[in-house]
Nanobody, 115 residues
Framework: QVQFVESGGGLVPPGGSLRLSCAAS????????MGWYRQAPGKQRELVAVITSGGTPNSAESVKGRFSISRVNANNTVFLQMNSLKPEDTAVYYC?????????WGQGTQVTVSS
């Protein structure tokens, strides 16, 4: 079993910034791939950004240059710094950890970009 503690979502105007945090515990190792996905109303869940234990990131084209992902392996914590937010970034953001082909999901945190 894996537990997640997510924080940092909220309401922000276009052009603003937010920082999401996720601390995972339980059946994980420091080798787990960790990251963030999001799901907007009426749309499928999509990858935002993931990062390997070695610190190699991979992110969606739609967020490159605006979002950055980082992690602290010692306590399986991952961060998503989101800058220059757009209304189309509005979604529920889910923390994700992968190990041995198994996906583990956080409960999600709402991000709303609106004036």
């Amino acid at each position: 079993q894996v537990q997640f503690v997510e924080s940092g979502g909220g309401l922000v105007p276009p052009g603003g910034s937010l920082r999401l945090s996720c601390a995972a515990s339980g059946r994980l190792s420091s080798r787990s791939l960790m990251g963030w996905y999001r799901q907007a109303p009426g749309k499928q869940r999509e990858l935002v950004a993931v990062i390997t234990s070695g610190g190699t990131p991979n992110s969606a084209e739609s967020v490159k240059g605006r979002f950055s992902i980082s992690r602290v392996n010692a306590n399986n914590t991952v961060f998503l710094q989101m800058n220059s937010l757009k209304p189309e970034d509005t979604a529920v953001y889910y923390c994700n950890a992968q190990l041995g082909g198994v996906h583990y999901w956080g409960q999600g945190t709402q991000v709303t970009v609106s004036s």
